[in-house]
Antibody, heavy 117, light 108 residues
Framework: QVQLVESGGDVVQPGGSLRLSCSVSGFTFSSFSMHWVRQAPGRGLEWVAFISSDGTYKYFADSVKGRLSISRDNSNDTLYLHMDTLRPQDTAVYFC??????????WGLGTLVTVSS | EIVLTQSPATLSLSPGERATLSCRASQSVRNYLAWYQQRPGQAPRLLIYDAYNRAPGIPARFSGSGSGADFTLTINSLEPEDFAVYYCQQRATWPPLTFGGGTKVEIK
């Protein structure tokens, strides 16, 4: 069955960097666009970033533009989120999600990023 | 950016009752709207896409309606596992893809 497993979440100081990974199985990763969505503690969902199936197209929320980037390794079925210049307001659970016509049809369980000194 | 406003923020109902959740967009999203369920400590789950299409494996008691700027998620005869938070999401105009603030369906 479809599985997405995020990893890499950690406690990091403001201004720090982090790389999140999302390892997938159960479907042909290279055929699907992917997203990152985040959820601050006790808050709602916020879309963060999109990458097309071949990595050509990438889009970001304004709140992360220039600080976060997205990439993928289709040979290893892995999605990445590269996070730089982290701020306390980036503290959240980060979910990777599979794209279905720009909806999210499968999700991982998420990985927690805490930005705090 | 399209803003989605969900109401009510909290809905208190008993098992077996019908839940009616609203999602209003700041401008027309045609029928490009989805609904998700999120149980505590879990990832969201796609319930409805393109306003009224149930995602695979979603029970028939979940139904979506609406178009343009006003949408409704109806849950007929609430089961214990349906008590959760529900989010709407639009894909009509993006980036960004946007979510509503959520409606919590709690046990009365």
């Amino acid at each position: 069955q479809v599985q997405l497993v995020e990893s890499g979440g950690d406690v990091v100081q403001p201004g720090g960097s982090l790389r999140l990974s999302c390892s997938v199985s159960g479907f042909t990763f290279s055929s699907f666009s992917m997203h990152w969505v985040r959820q601050a503690p006790g808050r709602g969902l916020e879309w963060v970033a999109f990458i097309s199936s071949d990595g050509t197209y990438k889009y970001f929320a304004d709140s992360v533009k220039g600080r976060l980037s997205i990439s993928r390794d289709n040979s290893n079925d892995t999605l990445y989120l590269h996070m730089d210049t982290l701020r306390p307001q980036d503290t959240a659970v980060y979910f990777c999600a599979r794209d279905r016509k720009y909806y999210f049809d499968s999700w991982g369980l998420g990985t927690l990023v805490t930005v705090s000194s | 950016e399209i803003v989605l406003t969900q109401s009510p923020a909290t809905l208190s109902l008993s098992p077996g009752e019908r839940a009616t959740l609203s999602c209003r967009a700041s401008q027309s999203v045609r029928n490009y709207l989805a609904w998700y369920q999120q149980r505590p400590g879990q990832a969201p789950r796609l319930l409805i896409y393109d306003a009224y299409n149930r995602a695979p494996g979603i029970p028939a008691r979940f139904s979506g309606s609406g178009s343009g700027a006003d949408f409704t998620l109806t849950i007929n005869s609430l089961e214990p596992e349906d008590f959760a938070v529900y989010y709407c999401q639009q894909r009509a105009t993006w980036p960004p893809l946007t979510f509503g603030g959520g409606t919590k369906v709690e046990i009365k």
